[in-house]
């Protein structure tokens, strides 16, 4: 089993950058897929990034397509979300998550989740 634990949330305003990290422990993350989830308050939980096992694929959301940057460390076992130009829409929290299959944009839920980390953008 894959443990993974989600930083770097915080309070921002809009227009600035924040970048998440998540720590992978109990395994190592070149055999897993990673995705990067978001859920606000009274909406459908989102996948707004993905990143296959070498790092060679990535693909996002729309809503954040050439704002947010995911990346992977497999040598350090962690994998990250860059976040520019963020947006009060933004606001959610976000989850890491992992699975051996690719499954696009997380139509089929990864089976290994993390706690997820509170992001807050203001105007």
């Known amino acids: 089993q894959v443990q993974l634990v989600e930083s770097g949330g915080g309070s921002v305003q809009a227009g600035d950058s924040l970048r998440l990290s998540c720590a992978a422990s109990?395994?190592?993350?070149?055999?897993?897929?990673m995705y990067w989830f978001r859920q606000a308050p009274g909406k459908e939980r989102e996948c707004v990034a993905t990143?296959?096992?070498?790092?060679?694929?990535?693909n996002y959301a729309v809503s954040v397509k050439g704002r947010f940057t995911i990346s992977r460390d497999n040598a350090e076992n962690t994998v990250f979300l860059q976040m520019t130009s963020l947006k009060p829409e933004d606001t959610a929290v976000y989850f890491c998550?992992?699975?051996?299959?690719?499954?696009?944009?997380?139509?089929?839920?990864?089976?290994?989740w993390g706690q997820g980390t509170q992001v807050t953008v203001s105007s």
């Open positions: 998550a992992a699975d051996r299959a690719w499954n696009a944009m997380g139509l089929i839920s990864p089976n290994y």
């Open positions: 109990g395994r190592t993350i070149s055999s897993y897929c």
């Open positions: 990143i296959s096992w070498s790092g060679s694929s990535t």
